[in-house]
């Protein structure tokens, strides 16, 4: 089972009319949002995107937008490199939103 974040808040914006089909945001995004079907690629959920990025980085029709950095990706590789466990984006309460 894939790790699910917040819902109705990832910034990844896919225009299948600018996709080429090369498959490359299937290959890359660790959280299988996207799949290769009909020569064209489609998002699965996007809410499973963790906005890390990859997709954008490796598309070469420009088809992927994402504001990478954001996300939880960003909150648990800060985290790891500071030593702070904390992601920031709970609401205070007990119980983080990721990690």
């Not at 299988?32 to 996007?46: E, L, N, S």
Request: glycine letters at 16%; a positive charge; hydrophobic letters at 35%.
């Amino acid at each position: 089972m894939a790790m699910m974040y917040l819902r109705g808040v990832s910034t990844l914006q896919y225009d299948s009319a600018k996709c080429s089909g090369c498959g490359y945001c299937a290959a890359v995004c660790p959280q299988r949002v996207f799949v290769m079907k009909g020569g064209k690629a489609g998002v699965i959920d996007r809410d499973l995107c963790m906005e890390c990025g990859a997709c954008m980085r490796n598309c070469v029709s420009g088809a992927i937008k994402v504001r990478s950095g954001v996300g939880c990706a960003a909150a648990l590789i800060n985290g790891m490199l500071t030593g702070d466990a904390s992601c920031g984006c709970s609401d205070g309460g007990s119980t983080p939103c990721c990690g």
